[in-house]
């Protein structure tokens, strides 16, 4: 009996000391709230910027046109590089047009010596007509010789310096200091001013460069509202983003406005320049222009993390006064970098919760933690 008193005690220790250790295990496996990372909405200025998609055009681009027909017998620069005005760019065979030449200065040499002998007749004759030697009748022929004699001068002068402009068309030199493209004629290629290979070239001066982009009739009836896009700016205060994700280091100016809409696209077209020192840009860039159109006083921006969609609803988790997590539905406006505007749902002192994972639902409780933005950074 003694006995079994012992072991009875022994077993109800060693069950109470069980019962306790358990408690304690499940008192610390209890998780403590999760961080939940948070701003506090405070308004401010946010620039609204709008971007269009533009393609980009040399300060002044001009096309080489054949004006002669011949051999192409030489090409003088190196496609893709910078010419200088009056450089020789392209040589067209000239045999044709100095066998013109010539024979045109032989008819030349010819009228004078026409007209000099018609004036020396005209004197001679007209001292005698004088003192009634010879019929008035042979002194008007005489006059009438050496006027046609230099009628006829002028007109074969005049017939050798078009022929001359000719021959010169057979050497086309830049009319611009500038960079020139891919040659579309090669060495031995007959030129025709009228054929399909007329067209040799372009030039274009790339010290600054247009680009041209189109706003529709609605965005421009919207924004005139809040930018006169009529009028020229001269502060420079446009983007471009370049394909390649980059942004132009000079920012660019307003140049041109068209006077109507188009009317079968319904769109108007805009054009600014941009600085381009380094001719890092070239003609025929696709490119997007991004520029400020309105500076929102007092609004409400948010990390744009922080907002979800479902269904075409927007939606962001605040932080309540018991930090429990809620559900707040918002009504977004423009994006801006990484931020996105609220227009409604959200007042100043609110604090949102940036946070991307499920673990967050709505009633969960958590510590609140300063969100601080980082690169690349993950929640």
């Known amino acids: 009996m003694l006995y079994y008193r012992y072991y009875l005690k022994t077993t109800l220790v060693l069950l109470g000391l069980f019962i306790l250790g358990s408690c304690g295990k499940k008192e610390q496996q209890a998780p ?40 192409l017998t030489a090409i003088h620069f190196t496609e893709g590089q910078k010419v200088s005005k009056g450089q020789l760019l392209y040589s067209i065979d000239p045999l044709e047009y100095n066998t013109k030449v010539e024979q045109i200065k032989g008819q030349v040499a010819s009228s004078q010596s026409a007209l000099v002998n018609a004036e020396e007749e005209l004197k001679r004759i007209k001292p005698l007509a004088d003192m009634n030697a010879v019929s008035k009748r042979e002194l008007d022929a005489a006059v009438a010789r050496a006027k046609a004699a230099k009628s006829n001068l002028e007109s074969v002068t005049a017939t050798l310096k078009n022929q001359q402009l000719e021959r010169s068309y057979c050497d086309i030199i830049s009319p611009i200091d500038g960079v020139i493209g891919i040659s579309n004629v090669r060495v031995g290629d007959y030129i025709s001013r009228l054929g399909n290979n007329a067209k040799l070239n372009t030039v274009s001066r790339l010290s600054q460069v247009r680009v041209r982009f189109t706003i529709s009739e609605s965005e421009f009836l919207d924004y005139r509202k809040k930018v006169d896009l009529t009028a020229k700016k001269e502060q420079s205060n446009m983007e471009l983003l370049l394909s390649d994700g980059s942004t132009h280091p000079y920012k660019g100016r307003l140049s041109l406005t068209d006077a109507k809409i188009d009317p079968t696209t319904g769109t108007m077209t805009i054009e600014c320049i941009f600085p381009n020192p380094n001719n890092i840009l070239r003609a025929g860039q696709f490119s997007k222009v991004r520029t400020m159109v309105e500076n929102q006083h007092n609004a409400i921006a948010i990390p744009q993390k922080a907002v979800t969609e479902i269904q075409g609803i927007f939606q962001v988790l605040i932080i309540d006064k018991e930090n429990k997590i809620q559900n707040r539905i918002v009504e977004v406006g423009q994006k801006v970098g990484k931020e996105w505007t609220i227009l409604k749902g959200l007042q100043s002192g609110d604090r949102v919760a940036i946070v991307g994972s499920l673990m967050y639902q709505p009633g969960t409780v958590v510590t609140p933690v300063p969100y601080v933005e980082k690169e690349n950074n993950t929640l």
């Open 32 to 71: 403590p709230p999760l961080s939940a990372p948070f701003i506090t909405i405070t308004p401010k200025d946010v620039p609204i910027y709008k971007e269009f998609a533009g393609q980009t055009f040399g300060d002044l681009d001009i096309e080489l046109t054949a004006r002669v027909d011949g051999i």
